[in-house]
């Protein structure tokens, strides 16, 4: 069955410290690969997204994320957090071929000052 | 282009009741989707549009929902009836037909609160 698995439901980092999302995936074809971020009340931005090619993906905001197809994992990472970064993070899913996209359930990122 | 956008923002109902959204897509899109996300989980695909066309209905829309999409430029989702279990965020995105998963774009969503 296609999924997606974000293990950590929240996470707490101190602002200026580094951090990791993890993100694993269950997809029988080539999976396209997307970060979305999402504060209170609002809708879904992209943050990032892998399709093919070099798998450290660059997105917005400073965030980066790795393809591992190995480990079947696309973890989100950024090197020093800012308060403005707290919010909830949707790891998704989906295919060439496809129109949908399938979403991990979040981890929601809290900032201490 | 100002994005998509959904109308209302918010909405709270009496159970029973009938509900009714709106979403307008980016103009040159001709996809056009939508998602509900309950609290504490990520988004999940309801149905599709292809222009007018709707292509696919997950088994979560139940025959209380219905969705159009006239003309293939906005489109509406309405629940009739509804339940305290509807209570969750309704999101539509849309995107261009080739490439569709390069774009999706995503509204800010109507809030529904069945009370």
């Known amino acids: 069955a296609q999924s997606v698995t974000q293990p950590d439901i929240h996470i707490t980092v101190s602002e200026g410290a580094s951090l990791e999302l993890r993100c694993n995936y269950s997809y029988g074809a080539t999976p396209y690969l997307f970060w979305y971020v999402q504060s209170p009340g609002q809708g879904l931005q992209l943050l990032l997204k892998?399709?093919?090619?070099?798998?450290l993906v660059q997105g917005i905001k400073g965030f980066e994320a790795e393809f591992k197809r190995s480990q079947s994992s696309f973890n989100l990472r950024k090197p020093s957090v800012h308060w403005s970064d707290a919010a909830e993070y949707f790891c998704?899913?989906?295919?060439?071929?496809?129109?949908?996209?399938?979403f991990g359930s979040g981890t929601r990122l809290l900032v201490r000052p | 282009d100002t994005g998509v956008s959904q109308n209302p923002r918010h909405k709270i109902t009496k159970r029973g009741q009938n509900v009714t959204f709106r979403c307008d897509p980016i103009?040159?899109?001709?996809?056009l989707y939508w998602y509900r996300q309950t609290l504490g989980q990520g988004p999940e695909f309801l149905t599709y549009f292809q222009n007018e066309a709707q292509l696919e209905k997950s088994r979560l829309l139940s025959d209380r929902f219905s969705a159009e999409r006239p003309k293939g430029s906005f489109s509406t989702l309405e629940i009739q009836r509804t339940e305290q279990g509807d209570s969750a965020m309704y999101l539509c995105?849309?995107?261009?037909?080739?490439?569709?998963?390069?774009?999706?774009?995503f509204g800010s969503g109507t809030r529904l609160t069945v009370v």
């Open positions: 995105a849309s995107s261009l037909n080739s490439g569709s998963l390069d774009g999706y774009t």
């Open positions: 998704a899913v989906g295919a060439r071929s496809s129109y949908k996209l399938i």
């Open positions: 892998y399709f093919s090619g070099d798998t």
């Open positions: 103009s040159e899109h001709n996809r």
